[in-house]
Nanobody
Framework: QVQLVESGGGLVQPGGSLSLSCAAS????????MGWYRQAPGKQRELVAS??????TNYEDSVLGRFTISRNSPNAVFLQMNSLKPDDTAGYYC???????????????????WGQGTQVTVSS
């Protein structure tokens, strides 16, 4: 079983920066991608940024140029958040998705794992 633990949230003033970290423990068996989601009160959870095992990244439009996702091992992902805005205030959740092939001709089995979340508050 894979477990994810996030860290790095907190309170920051508008224009400030925060870094989030997510570490996965346990055995990652297949091809994986990791990402950060966020959920503000009364809103749906949304994908903020993701990175595949080959380093392909994707960002939600509102964070382009301000947030950077990186992954220096199969088990860890980081989110550098700069020029933070009050609208970035939310609970941030790390996700790991893996695809495991039981056999070479088999369809992949998909497993998704979530962290417990870390709060980011942007306020003056």
């Amino acid at each position: 079983q894979v477990q994810l633990v996030e860290s790095g949230g907190g309170l920051v003033q508008p224009g400030g920066s925060l870094s989030l970290s997510c570490a996965a423990s346990g055995r990652i068996s297949g091809i994986s991608a990791m990402g950060w989601y966020r959920q503000a009160p009364g809103k749906q959870r949304e994908l903020v940024a993701s990175i595949t095992s080959s380093g392909i990244t994707n960002y939600e439009d509102s964070v382009l140029g301000r947030f950077t996702i990186s992954r220096n091992s199969p088990n860890a992902v980081f989110l550098q958040m700069n020029s933070l805005k009050p609208d970035d205030t939310a609970g941030y959740y790390c996700k790991l998705g893996e695809a495991v092939y039981p056999c070479i001709e088999c369809r992949p089995v998909r497993n998704d794992y979530w962290g417990q979340g870390t709060q980011v508050t942007v306020s003056s």
